[in-house]
Structures are given as structure tokens and as C-alpha cells.
């Protein structure tokens, strides 16, 4: 199955600076990639998402980049603010043994911006 | 309407007792899931429905029984649960694959959890 390893697992950034989160994945079938962003109690909540035929997507201060042939994706926060703060969580999707979709996650990186 | 509720947001019970978590979304998805999520670690797929029947179960114990009523609802019903089974129990739903058209990256949308405390 598929297996998505996420780095690193804490960053601390000063406001107004850039955090970058990295994300490996296994499976060369996995066709879509989105980030999302979990704040304490809540339920994660998707902030980008990006295709498999797309190398770069944007988002005002978010951006993801793809790189289908090593395999990794990564996560840029520019211009960070306090609100920021939270754990992002990386995640790939395939499709099972059976054709059903399956979203894998990684680790989690807990982003703290220092005001 | 992109919400997916979820009830209740907190739940303690015993380790005899039944209970049921409750999901709902109108958003028109037909495909709804249930991850757990344990404390600092990412969410963990159980099961998937699509079109109202059950389409991944990813090796959970009985004890945890799903339930698709209608379109719009998912339950989760709890028996005998152990106190490992304590976490935050996460309903999500997403267009299904056949409904999705070339704008349509078929997002996951969540709620916002049933914490679960298992005395």
C-alpha cells in the first residue's frame, strides 16, 4: 500500500517568514495530493490540493510544488502569521486493490509561528 | 451548504455500554467515511461507503459497526468498546469518482469530530 512520510514533524518560524513542509509517497499511481490544515479540536480542513498533471499550484501566501518523478510534494507558507499556527498533514491518494479511492496521511507537522 | 456535522462532539461510555456517532452531510457526496485519530497522529481510514454500501473496511473490530441509512447520513455504532478506543472519530464525504467532472478534485471534506473517552 501506499506509504507517505512527511518532514518535519515540528517547525517553528518567526511571523512573516516562510515554512516549508516536505512530503514523500511511495505509490507512482497516486494521482492527487492535498494538505490539510488541523487546528486544536477540530476537524482537519483542506487549504490546497494538487493533481497529479500539475507540477505547481497557488493560493494567495500557499503554494505546492509536485515532483512525480522523486516522488515528493511540499507545502510553502510565505509571509506567515500567528493564525498559521496549527498541524498540517500532507496526504496521497490512490486507488485500493478493489478500485475504491484511498486518501493515506502523513505524520503531521505542528507549524508554530513566534510572534 | 460544504458542512459535515457531526454529533456528539464529546462522548464518554463504559466499556459495556452501546453508543452511536452520528454524521450528516447535504452536499449532495456519495461517499462518506470514517477515520479515528489518535492524539498527535494523523487520521487512520476504517471504512468507506459508497453509494449507501460499505466499499472498504479496513480490518476494524466488530465492535465498531457502520451504518449508511440514506445518502445523506452515516452512523457509527460502538459496543463493547475498549479503552484503546478512546480517540476522535472523524466523518468525512467527497463526490464519488463517477460524479466528479474535470474541475472536480474530489475534496474530502470533514467534520469536526466525536471525541471519544472509553472508561
Known amino acids: 500500500g501506499e506509504n507517505v512520510e512527511q518532514h518535519p514533524s515540528t517547525l517553528s518560524v518567526q511571523e512573516g517568514d516562510s515554512a516549508v513542509i516536505k512530503c514523500t509517497y511511495s505509490d507512482s499511481a497516486s494521482n492527487y495530493f492535498p494538505w490539510y490544515k488541523q487546528e486544536l479540536g477540530k476537524g482537519p480542513q483542506l487549504i490546497i490540493d494538487i493533481r497529479s498533471n500539475v507540477g505547481e499550484k497557488k493560493d494567495q501566501r500557499i503554494a505546492v510544488t509536485l515532483n512525480k518523478t522523486a516522488k515528493h510534494f511540499s507545502l510553502h507558507i510565505t509571509e506567515t502569521q500567528p493564525e498559521d499556527s496549527a498541524v498540517y498533514f500532507c496526504?496521497?491518494?490512490?486507488?485500493?486493490?478493489?478500485?475504491?479511492?484511498?486518501?493515506?496521511f502523513g505524520t503531521g507537522t505542528r507549524l508554530t509561528i513566534i510572534p | 451548504d460544504t458542512e459535515v456535522t457531526q454529533t456528539p462532539k464529546h462522548l464518554v461510555m463504559g466499556m459495556t455500554n452501546k453508543k452511536s456517532l452520528k454524521c450528516e452531510q447535504h452536499m449532495g457526496h456519495r461517499a462518506m467515511y470514517w477515520y479515528k485519530q489518535k492524539a498527535k497522529k494523523p487520521p487512520e481510514l476504517m471504512f468507506v461507503?459508497?453509494?449507501?454500501?460499505?466499499?472498504i473496511n479496513e480490518s476494524v473490530p466488530s465492535r465498531f459497526s457502520p451504518e449508511c441509512p440514506n445518502s445523506s447520513l452515516l452512523n457509527l455504532h460502538l459496543h463493547a468498546l475498549q479503552p484503546e478506543d478512546s480517540a476522535l472519530y472523524l466523518c468525512?464525504?467527497?463526490?464519488?469518482?463517477?460524479?466528479?467532472?474535470?474541475?472536480?478534485?474530489?475534496?474530502?471534506?470533514f467534520g469536526e469530530g466525536s471525541r471519544l473517552t472509553v472508561l
Open positions: 496526504a496521497a491518494r490512490t486507488i485500493s486493490n478493489f478500485g475504491n479511492e484511498k486518501l493515506t
Open positions: 468525512a464525504s467527497s463526490h464519488h469518482t463517477e460524479r466528479r467532472g474535470p474541475m472536480n478534485t474530489g475534496e474530502l471534506f
Open positions: 461507503y459508497s453509494y449507501e454500501k460499505l466499499s
